[in-house]
């Protein structure tokens, strides 16, 4: 069984920092593409920032310049780092991953980490 596990949510205050990051686990080939995604109370998910493999990268219009997005190869891991948050980055983030799991592509969740930007 694959697994994604997020940590790295919490609160923040405008203008400050965070980093998450999400690692996987279980039996699989490979991965090929890692996303960060957040869902804020009433409105539908949406894509954050996305990597491939070779490390291409991009990100929604509002979080370029001020969120990077990284991956670690060697140890299954993806990471975001969140500087100068907005009240409106406040959300469910989660992590998503397309793993390669015997012949197959197959994509997997995490379970979501709460981040929430505040005075």
């Known amino acids: 069984q694959v697994q994604l596990v997020e940590s790295g949510g919490g609160l923040v205050q405008p203008g400050g920092s965070l980093r998450l990051s999400c690692a996987a686990s279980g039996r699989f080939f490979s991965i090929s593409d890692m996303h960060w995604y957040r869902q804020a109370p009433g409105k539908q998910r949406e894509l954050v920032a996305h990597?491939?493999?070779?490390?291409?990268?991009n990100y929604a219009d509002s979080v370029k310049g001020r969120f990077t997005i990284t991956r670690d190869n060697t140890n299954n891991t993806v990471s975001l780092l969140m500087n100068s948050l907005k009240p409106e980055d406040t959300a469910v983030y989660y992590c998503?991953?397309?793993?390669?799991?015997?012949?197959?592509?197959?994509?997997?969740w995490g379970q979501g980490t709460q981040v929430t930007v505040s005075s």
């Open positions: 998503s991953a397309q793993f390669v799991v015997g012949s197959e592509g197959v994509g997997y």
């Open positions: 990597i491939t493999s070779g490390g291409s990268t």
